[in-house]
């Protein structure tokens, strides 16, 4: 049964964020077509860039990546709304930039709300969590989208909140492409463990096949269901991860489809994508559980987006030529 909708929708990404937090890959066309999984009619499509005027005269190759890249996002829909980065000294002399479109970001979702039915937030940020509370007292559905270090009071506030990892295709597999389509044997596919048995050490993965209005039927077995499960045995789980956490949502693993042993396909090659943010740090003693320090995962990001800093407000003056994410 297909469901089409008369929804008007608003999708907003706060594209430092997302790249900075394990989003710099995120396919764009991908992100517009899940928002509109409902045929709900895209009325606003924002993305919201930083943009480092002084480096762009100086520097022709980052210019024009990121002309280049604005110019993808348009021919995709997008709006671009560009904040430039402001350069100060602090009292030694080190010159440091700041550049935050949270501001901006607010302002526009809460005006621009009068018309719309669906908010799509693609952020992490936890500074958000008021204006959520915000558009929905106004009426509006509020979904929120994120990779890592995704603040949890904006996962509980929003109306539905769906890892960006689990969306089919939002985001390149990190394992080697196999080059089947995700959801087929043979592909690189991600999802969390459901279940898990500790006595006989095996357990189910599910994963997202496609985009779907029934995103609420979990269970694989109802026909609408757009959900499917992969059996998986504890030796196949990542080095030292610790077992005693599972099952769990928040643990988000890419995996390999392989040939089914009896009804569902076997997942191999298992890896741990996202692990909650507490956990960043935290390195388990038993057979199972390792993961980066937030340290080096946050270095990696900043490096991808082009842009080094701290935080989503600081930037420095010594970084890469990668414009803020991949469109297509």
């Keep these: 049964m297909t469901i089409k909708s008369h929804a008007n929708v608003g999708v907003y990404v706060d594209a430092a964020n997302i790249s900075r937090n394990g989003g710099s890959r995120m396919q764009y066309d991908v992100l517009r077509e899940f928002a509109c999984r409902d045929y709900a009619e895209?009325?606003?499509?924002?993305?919201?860039?930083?943009?480092?005027?002084?480096?762009?005269?100086?520097?022709?190759?980052?210019?024009?990546?990121?002309?280049?890249?604005?110019?993808?996002?348009?021919?995709?829909?997008?709006?671009?709304?560009?904040?430039?980065?402001?350069?100060?000294?602090?009292?030694?002399?080190?010159?440091?930039?700041?550049?935050?479109?949270?501001?901006?970001?607010?302002v526009d979702l809460l005006l621009q709300s009068q018309n719309l039915d669906r908010v799509v937030l693609v952020t992490g940020d936890g500074d958000f969590v008021q204006v959520v509370r915000a558009l929905q007292n106004k009426g509006c559905r509020v979904e929120v989208i994120g990779f890592d270090n995704v603040s949890e009071d904006l996962r509980n506030e929003a109306d539905l909140y769906v890892s960006g990892f689990l969306i089919p295709g939002l985001l390149p597999a990190r394992g080697e492409d196999t080059g089947v389509p995700w959801g087929e044997i043979g592909s690189r596919v991600r999802g969390y463990c459901y279940h898990h048995d500790e006595n006989k050490s095996f357990g189910f993965m599910r994963f997202l096949v496609r985009s779907s209005p029934y995103l609420w039927k979990t269970d694989s077995r109802d026909p609408d269901s757009p959900y499917r499960t992969a059996f998986f045995h504890d030796s196949n789980l990542p080095d030292g991860f610790n077992v005693m956490r599972l099952p769990s949502r928040h643990h988000v693993f890419e995996f390999t489809l392989a040939e089914p042993s009896g009804k569902q396909p076997v997942a191999t090659d298992i890896q741990l994508v996202c692990p909650p943010m507490a956990e960043r740090g935290w390195r388990g003693s038993s057979r199972?559980?390792?993961?980066?320090?937030?340290?080096?995962?946050?270095?990696?990001?900043?490096?991808?987006?082009?842009?080094?800093?701290?935080?989503?407000?600081?930037?420095d003056a010594d970084d890469g030529d990668h414009p803020n994410g991949n469109v297509a």
């Excluded at 390792?290 to 946050?298: D, I, K, N, Q, W």
Aim: no cysteine.
């Design 42 to 106: 895209a009325l606003r499509l924002n993305v919201y860039l930083t943009f480092d005027e002084d480096r762009a005269n100086s520097n022709y190759t980052y210019r024009e990546r990121m002309r280049a890249y604005q110019a993808a996002l348009r021919e995709l829909g997008y709006k671009v709304i560009e904040k430039k980065v402001r350069w100060f000294e602090d009292e030694s002399g080190t010159r440091y930039g700041k550049a935050n479109a949270d501001l901006d970001m607010a």
């Design 288 to 315: 199972h559980g390792a993961s980066s320090s937030a340290a080096a995962a946050a270095s990696t990001a900043a490096e991808a987006e082009g842009s080094a800093g701290h935080d989503d407000d600081d930037q």
